[in-house]
Antibody
Framework: QVQLQESGPGLVKSSETLSLTCTVSGGSISSYYWSWIRQSPGKGLEWIGYIFYRGNTNYNPSLKSRVTISVDTSKEQFSLKMSSVTAADTAIYYC???????????????WGQGTLVTVSS | SYELTQPPSVSVSPGQTASITCSGDKLGDKYACWYQQKPGQSPVLVIY???KRPSGIPERFSGSNSGNTATLTISGTQALDEADYYCQAWDSSTWVFGGGTRLTVL
């Protein structure tokens, strides 16, 4: 059974860069797309972006200028960096696996437990 | 940008059928999927590619998608189905989520 685990600082200062890592276990990171999603407290889900194991990426246009997703297949990990954070970026951040050959026809079939990141002033 | 609209809340009596809708322009031309999220937990995929159920999801969960509306139907709703439900679709190379529907089993 594939498992995903997010890790990283739970507190980030405003204007700094948020950095999170997702470690995949119980399966290979290869052959799949991997995604980051966030959920502000009491709010809905927001897709941040995804990366193919070969490194191809795609981002939410509303966040694209501040987001970078990368992958390290040797460590079975992929990572999220979000720059210039503000209080509006306070959220639970989830990593997830994309089922399917293409994101357009796929779905998020395995999710991490999520990690709360608070942006402080 | 593409938008998916869900009703904020739906109520259903135990044993009855719950229907949760998700509306978007020409949504029927895209694949829709649905996630269930219980308080304090991560979302769980319950329907993908409009109508398919992942392994382990009960048969009482079903989906449809036509025109501008995708629908998640829960037959014989149980108390444990009480949760937030989110639809998701792909448009212009981005994933979009609906705002979520809170299902209350009264």
């Amino acid at each position: 059974q594939v498992q995903l685990q997010e890790s990283g600082p739970g507190l980030v200062k405003s204007s700094e860069t948020l950095s999170l890592t997702c470690t995949v276990s119980g399966g290979s990171i290869s052959s799949y797309y991997w995604s980051w999603i966030r959920q502000s407290p009491g709010k809905g889900l927001e897709w941040i972006g995804y990366i193919f194991y070969r490194g191809n990426t795609n981002y939410n246009p509303s966040l694209k200028s501040r987001v970078t997703i990368s992958v390290d297949t040797s460590k079975e990990q992929f990572s999220l960096k979000m720059s210039s954070v503000t209080a509006a970026d306070t959220a639970i951040y989830y990593c997830a696996r994309v089922w399917g050959s293409y994101p357009a026809t796929g779905a998020l079939d395995h999710w991490g437990q999520g990690t709360l990141v608070t942006v402080s002033s | 940008s593409y938008e998916l609209t869900q009703p904020p809340s739906v109520s259903v009596s135990p044993g009855q059928t719950a229907s949760i809708t998700c509306s978007g322009d020409k949504l029927g031309d895209k694949y829709a999927c649905w996630y269930q999220q219980k308080p304090g937990q991560s979302p769980v995929l319950v329907i993908y590619q409009d109508t398919k159920r992942p392994s382990g999801i009960p048969e009482r969960f079903s989906g449809s998608n036509s025109g501008n509306t995708a629908t998640l139907t829960i037959s014989g709703t149980q108390a444990l189905d009480e949760a937030d439900y989110y639809c998701q679709a792909w448009d212009s190379s981005t994933w979009v989520f609906g705002g979520g529907t809170r299902l209350t089993v009264l």
